[in-house]
């Protein structure tokens, strides 16, 4: 059947561009690579497939071709069912004179984010930075046109372009699990041709989203050092967090290590947990708790960025504390009810 280019973009069969655009926007911010250091793979075939099928849907003559006759016919592809395809036509089903190539995801990205200034401190790449393995893929197709056209691109400047300045930028585990939106005062040095260096400041809004962990980046490009005779550095915030007084966080989920007195091991309690987004979390104990018990609490965990709306899940490790000394009396009732 092929992809579903709407499904992809999550948007209805109706939606306009500006639909599109929102949806594109998001879908690409949360899957490029840059952004998704973790996802490896998965995340490059995902990225690749929303900016296909926003390049199909965004642009009409393709988008009536897809919706009559499929991504077999866009791509001049065998219907399905069929057993070979001529050299003139993609089948009884499709067009006869049409065929479409997808275009290298990174460089559409780019150009799509240049052309949307206000959302581009983001993820915009300047065009001069090393390509992505997706352009040496292409190439490798042969695609002439594309291969020309980044030469001219690039050889507009021999201006070397340094690599990025990087920054560490603090969240607490509330602020991760939740999100937030910081505003981040920074300064840079600029060359002059006489010489001198000047200082510029400037404040930059930075979107921390839901479920980011250490290690997560964010780029704003050409907000580093300019320096006289290169290009103007990028500036990467690189995510650090505070240690918690109660969580800590292991992979996508989240653990608690939890002290309870020998007679609430033995006889249950309710133990009541602040969660991360300020909620009331009352857990039960019920069963007998030795040292090392665990009990685990499905979707109270870490926010999974691939799967939105779902969580990891949240450990309670429990260690018992035991009361330094009884009295006789104690002692004896404590063995007429064990029965020893």
Not at 211 to 234: A, S, V
């Amino acid at each position: 059947m092929g992809m579903d280019y709407y499904n992809i973009l999550k948007v209805n069969r109706n939606a306009t561009l500006e639909d599109l655009k929102k949806s594109y926007r998001r879908l690409a911010r949360t899957w490029h690579p840059d952004k998704n250091p973790t996802g490896g793979a998965e995340a490059e075939a995902k990225f690749k497939q929303i900016t296909e099928a926003y390049e199909v849907l965004s642009d009409p003559e393709k988008r009536a071709i897809y919706d009559r006759y499929g991504e077999e016919g866009l791509k001049g592809m065998p219907p399905p069912g069929s057993q070979s395809r001529t050299s003139t036509a993609a089948g009884p089903s499709g067009p006869n004179n049409f065929q479409y190539n997808p275009s290298d995801p990174d460089d559409f990205f780019t150009e799509f984010m240049a052309s949307n200034k206000p959302y581009s401190f983001d993820q915009e790449r300047t065009r001069s930075q090393s390509r992505s393995h997706w352009t040496s893929a292409r190439n490798n197709r042969g695609d002439s046109s594309s291969a020309s056209q980044k030469e001219s691109s690039t050889s507009t400047s021999q201006l070397e372009k340094p690599p990025p300045v990087e920054k560490t930028l603090i969240c607490t585990l509330e602020e991760l699990h939740n999100g937030t939106k910081r505003k981040m005062k920074i300064t840079r040095n600029v060359g002059k041709p006489d010489g001198k260096v000047e200082i510029e400041t400037e404040i930059l809004p930075v979107e921390v989203l839901p479920g980011w962990k250490k290690g997560t980046k964010i780029t704003f490009p050409n907000k580093g050092d300019k320096l006289y005779g290169q290009l103007p550095q990028d500036l990467t915030f690189i995510i650090d967090v505070k240690p918690h007084d109660v969580y800590i966080l292991e992979g996508n989920n989240l653990v608690v290590n939890q002290e309870i007195p020998l007679v609430d091991a033995l006889a249950g309690t309710t133990i009541h947990l602040k969660t991360l987004d300020g909620r009331n979390l009352p857990i039960k104990v019920e069963e007998v708790v030795r040292p090392g018990h665990e009990i685990m609490i499905q979707n109270e965990g870490w926010p999974i960025r691939k799967e939105p709306g779902k969580k990891g899940t949240l450990k309670i490790k429990f260690d018992v504390t035991f009361p330094t000394r009884l009295s006789s009396s104690q002692r004896a009732a404590i063995r007429q009810i064990m029965g020893g």
